[in-house]
Structure formats: C-alpha cells, structure tokens
C-alpha cells in the first residue's frame, strides 16, 4: 500500500487545466516542514487531483495556505533532478495564509500592561 499523509503549505496557486478528453487536473505544489530550529528541513511535493472535485477545489487552493494531504507518492527524474509527486485521493483546507497586519500577524492588538478593561478590585480570582 502506497499513501501518504501530510500537512503544510500551498507554495504556488492551484493551476487548472484539461486533457484533451476534457478531464479536469488541478495542480500545485506543497511545501512540508520537517524538524525546527537549525534542523528544520522542507520537502517539497508535486501534487495533482483530478477529475470533478479538483475543479470545484481550484479556486480556494492559493499561496501560503495550509492544506492537508492524502495521496498515492510517486517518484520522477527530469534533468537530474527527483521529484517528488502525489496523486491526491484527499485534500483537506486547514486555513488561509495570514494576512500582514503590521503587529506581528496577530489580528488584534497585544493587551497593554497595566491597563486592562477591569479595575484590579473586580477580577475575580
């Protein structure tokens, strides 16, 4: 049995295209992050769906978003170079790539010390 399952990120936009026969083909690349710190490696996967859902799918697939994947791994070489390929049987959304909102990506403001929305008399631990 050949499936492998993974999370990361998108790193390109979804590309639809057609076979001549019409079938649908939504392509686009992974990037899935390994370790932490100086040991954090990425392995970067070619992946492909095909048929009706991966047209449905196109146009939630972009840059930077993270996705969950579950597919058959393949292997090719081009030019000397392997890469890695999945053919998607699953693809799970898991979240849009943050927009910049100049406060280190949070979406609000960091609270301020010592000036809460509570006198200290009201808190109620």
């Known amino acids: 049995m050949?499936?492998?399952?993974a999370i990361?990120?998108?790193?390109?936009?979804a590309e639809l295209k057609y076979?001549?026969?019409g079938d649908a083909i939504l392509r686009f690349s992974a990037a899935v992050d390994s370790g932490y710190g100086d040991k954090k490696t990425t392995v970067w996967?070619?992946?492909?769906?095909?048929g009706k859902r991966?047209?449905?799918?196109?146009?939630?697939?972009k840059k930077g978003d993270r996705i969950g994947v579950t597919g058959e791994l393949g292997v090719r070489e081009h030019e000397g170079k392997t890469y890695l390929q999945l053919r998607l049987n699953d693809l799970t959304l898991l979240g849009e790539k943050k927009p910049d909102t100049g406060n280190g990506g949070?979406?609000?403001p960091?609270?301020?010390?010592?000036?809460?929305?509570?006198?200290?008399?009201?808190?109620p631990f």
């Open 19 to 21: 076979t001549q026969g």
């Open 8 to 13: 990361g990120r998108v790193g390109r936009d």
């Open 2 to 5: 050949n499936n492998l399952t």
């Open 45 to 50: 996967l070619d992946c492909a769906m095909f």
């Open 106 to 108: 949070r979406s609000r």
């Open 54 to 61: 991966g047209e449905k799918l196109a146009e939630y697939i």
């Open 110 to 123: 960091a609270p301020q010390a010592g000036g809460g929305d509570f006198p200290d008399d009201n808190i």
